[in-house]
């Protein structure tokens, strides 16, 4: 079970929920990755499950770990969200000048490590006479090998493999509709070392985090990548 609360600036309370987490996971094994709440109290999150095989979608290979969680008029709304492919990263943003939310993360062709390309997602809602149907909507956006280069920090002319390891750190919407994503590069690694300790040998691990790259990608509106700085 999540339980939710947003307050404005004066500690008032604007709006609080409940909501059970599906049955493939508990809370202990949910990460969570991105928040963000408007000035009328709506809220969206999103977490990321690590269930170590993921969900295969409807025997296509669509594979994603991550969740959204949308609070929107006093009703909960709870998705996981999918693409040909699988999600590697993903957060959530409140559109500017409105109080809607979209998501913006990066993809991967499926069993591959390195990123493909960008996603963009926004709440859909279609009513008839007997029902409201809720779901995101999303885009997958591939990019180019001159794309990948700049991601990846390289810049010579031969052709680079596809960037890995970036993390969304922010999402900053614009006034035509776009937004600015801002992410880094950063991996971990572990090394073993063996020392003696009155002629006995001991064994220890090393864990190393390492920080590379921080990009900027200026995306348009309907989410195409216009500007890529790494």
Same mark, same amino acid.
């Given at each position: 079970?999540?339980?939710? #609360?947003?307050?404005?600036?004066?500690?008032?309370?604007?709006?609080?929920?409940?909501? %059970?987490?599906? /049955? !493939?996971?508990?809370? !202990?094994?949910?990460?969570?990755?991105? %928040?963000?709440?408007? +000035?009328?109290?709506?809220?969206?999150?999103?977490?990321?499950? $690590?269930? +170590?095989?993921?969900?295969?979608?409807?025997?296509?290979?669509?594979?994603?770990?991550?969740?959204?969680? =949308?609070?929107?008029?006093?009703? &909960?709304?709870?998705?996981?969200?999918?693409?040909?492919?699988?999600?590697?990263? $993903?957060?959530?943003?409140?559109?500017?000048?409105?109080?809607?939310?979209?998501? @913006?993360?990066?993809?991967?062709?499926?069993?591959?490590?390195?990123? &493909?390309?960008?996603?963009?997602?926004?709440?859909?809602?279609?009513?008839?006479?007997?029902?409201?149907?809720?779901?995101? /909507?999303?885009?997958?956006?591939?990019? !180019?090998?001159?794309?990948?280069?700049?991601?990846?920090?390289?810049?010579?002319?031969?052709?680079?493999?596809?960037?890995?390891?970036?993390?969304?750190?922010?999402?900053?919407? $614009?006034?035509?509709?776009?937004?600015?994503?801002? %992410?880094?590069?950063?991996?971990?690694?572990?090394?073993?070392?063996? @020392? #003696?300790?009155?002629?006995?040998?001991?064994?220890?691990?090393? $864990?190393? =985090?390492? @920080?590379? !790259?921080?990009? +900027?990608?200026?995306?348009?509106?309907?989410?195409?990548?216009?500007?890529?700085? &790494?």
């Amino acid at each position: 079970m999540v339980r939710g #609360y947003s307050i404005d600036q004066h500690g008032r309370p604007l709006d609080s929920f409940e909501i %059970a987490l599906p /049955e !493939d996971f508990g809370v !202990d094994e949910v990460v969570w990755r991105s %928040a963000e709440v408007n +000035a009328f109290g709506d809220m969206g999150m999103v977490y990321e499950d $690590l269930n +170590a095989n993921g969900t295969l979608f409807s025997g296509k290979k669509e594979v994603s770990h991550f969740h959204v969680i =949308y609070r929107l008029n006093r009703r &909960s709304y709870q998705e996981r969200i999918s693409i040909l492919g699988m999600v590697r990263e $993903l957060a959530i943003v409140q559109k500017p000048l409105c109080r809607e939310f979209e998501v @913006y993360g990066f993809w991967s062709e499926w069993k591959q490590t390195g990123i &493909s390309g960008h996603v963009k997602g926004t709440f859909s809602q279609s009513s008839t006479k007997d029902s409201t149907a809720s779901h995101w /909507e999303t885009e997958a956006f591939t990019w !180019d090998d001159w794309q990948y280069r700049q991601m990846s920090g390289l810049l010579a002319t031969k052709k680079s493999g596809k960037p890995e390891s970036f993390f969304i750190r922010d999402v900053v919407g $614009l006034s035509h509709g776009g937004c600015v994503v801002l %992410a880094e590069q950063f991996f971990e690694t572990r090394q073993m070392e063996t @020392y #003696y300790v009155n002629g006995v040998p001991q064994t220890s691990s090393k $864990l190393f =985090y390492h @920080y590379g !790259d921080i990009a +900027a990608m200026f995306l348009g509106a309907t989410g195409q990548l216009d500007t890529l700085i &790494s």
